[in-house]
């Protein structure tokens, strides 16, 4: 317990930009189920195609359909396809898409961990900030990504009596069925409550959480070569697909011009999609609050020079994956989320930003550590088993750091406990 809570306590240290530990930290084995944590460094040591795994004959033949839907659209889009496009496509692009195609995604039998499938402590955690925000927002809790429904089905008992209504938003009919299962095996008492809905609607009093919602995301990348920036995208060449350059959108150029570094070679990410995004829940919002929780980073570590390869990373069954163009649809495509935008688009949008801190921090100070001790025996395997989890979510090296919390409000007025101590507002 004292050990958890030391490594824990290095939370507010500045971030340090090392390239081989962060490559060697954050794609380290989760210790509570065998998983890696959807946390890859930008650019982890390479990993050769044959070190995947080989996907079952229906799987690779729905990549390969997928593959061939992408290429009548570079073939459409007079041989270019912008990588924000790309990206769309692999993930959502209906049947065949990652998230809505019909795999296991999260867990040991898919493809990443995330805190609530990792440890029930994550939501109970969670809860205790919002039972201090249900009164004021109608009762309402409007989850975006919600996975498997592990968060969902850890809020819905912790919140009972003071939670109106719990509502799914879910692009994924796949997804949003094993959520219902999920929730009627671990909260049967309280599958009445939870409503599934595609969309938000036009216009609500609530709360919206979002755990690794942002970084799935579509985003697009940006190059600086031969004295300017370039929009990249995907092309076909040798039989396959690769990476092409192409000139980049007027209404990208102040943007790129602002955070992609002028050094040859420079790649990285530009998130309109985040943005745009954050404007339209802002601007459904009547009352309520907005909490997300992802990894990234704020815009000067996002785009310092040393992070020239971008963040870009797929995960498929537990490896990292640096070739986009592999196992399209069957792999995870993620990016880090700039923090320093999201918190832009917020306040633009009329929002109240409430604070910004780490995993660690947010978690600790809604008191993580007193739900643990509650776990039994110090000796007994439940309470090892919870503590490994808790080590995960909150060391420095694993989630702790890496992950942040950011949360808006809008027309309430509350105790936000989760960012008592180590805000770091300043560094956005």
């Known amino acids: 317990m004292d050990a958890v809570q030391g490594v824990a306590a290095q939370r507010a240290q500045t971030y340090q930009i090392d390239r081989q530990a962060s490559e060697q930290r954050t794609t380290q084995k989760c210790a509570a189920d065998g998983g890696f944590a959807k946390v890859s460094a930008c650019q982890p040591a390479a990993m050769t195609h044959t070190d995947l795994p080989t996907p079952t004959p229906e799987a690779l033949h729905a990549s390969q359909t997928l593959t061939g839907l992408i290429r009548q659209r570079i073939a459409a889009n ?210 309520g609050a907005l909490i997300w929780i992802d990894y990234g980073f704020d815009a000067a570590q996002y785009y310092h020079p040393q992070r020239h390869q971008g963040t870009l990373i797929g995960h498929y069954r537990h490896h990292a994956v640096h070739d986009p163009f592999r196992y399209i649809g069957l792999t995870d495509l993620t990016c880090h989320v700039n923090f320093t935008a999201i918190a832009e688009a917020g306040c633009d949008s009329g929002l109240d930003l409430i604070g910004y801190t780490t995993q660690a921090a947010f978690l600790l100070n809604l008191g993580i550590t007193d739900a643990l001790a509650a776990c039994g025996d110090s000796a007994g395997p439940d309470y090892i088993r919870a503590a490994a989890a808790c080590q995960t979510l909150l060391a420095p090296h694993e989630m702790g750091e890496l992950f942040k919390v950011m949360a808006f409000g809008k027309n309430i007025d509350v105790d936000w406990q989760g960012f008592a101590a180590g805000d770091i507002c300043h560094r956005l």
């Not at 499938?117 to 201090?132: I, M, Y």
């Not at 409007?142 to 429904?149: K, L, Q």
């Not at 970084?215 to 995208?233: E, F, K, T």
């Open 78 to 287: 007079q041989g270019f396809l912008p990588f924000a496009d790309f990206m769309q496509m692999a993930l959502y692009q209906p049947e065949y898409g990652y998230y809505t195609g019909g795999a296991h995604k999260i867990g040991a039998a898919g493809d990443f961990i995330t805190a609530p499938a990792l440890t029930p402590l994550f939501g109970r955690t969670l809860a205790v900030q919002l039972r201090a925000l249900l009164p004021q927002t109608a009762g309402c809790v409007y989850e975006f990504g919600a996975g498997t429904g592990a968060l969902a089905a850890q809020l819905l008992p912790a919140l009972s009596g003071s939670l109106q209504h719990y509502y799914i938003i879910e692009v994924s009919p796949d997804l949003a069925e094993r959520q219902r299962r999920h929730i009627a095996e671990h909260a049967p008492e309280h599958l009445a409550q939870v409503s599934w809905l595609a969309e938000l609607p036009a216009a609500f009093d609530g709360i919206v959480i979002g755990n690794e919602v942002l970084d799935a995301m579509p985003c697009d990348i940006v190059r600086y070569q031969n004295g300017r920036h370039c929009l990249m995208g995907v092309a076909e060449q040798d039989g396959g697909l690769a990476w092409q350059s192409a000139p980049l959108p007027a209404e990208l150029h102040a943007e790129a011009a602002a955070l992609i570094p002028p050094l040859e070679g420079y790649t990285s990410e530009l998130h309109r999609q985040q943005q745009a995004f954050i404007r339209t829940v802002a601007a459904k919002l009547h009352r």
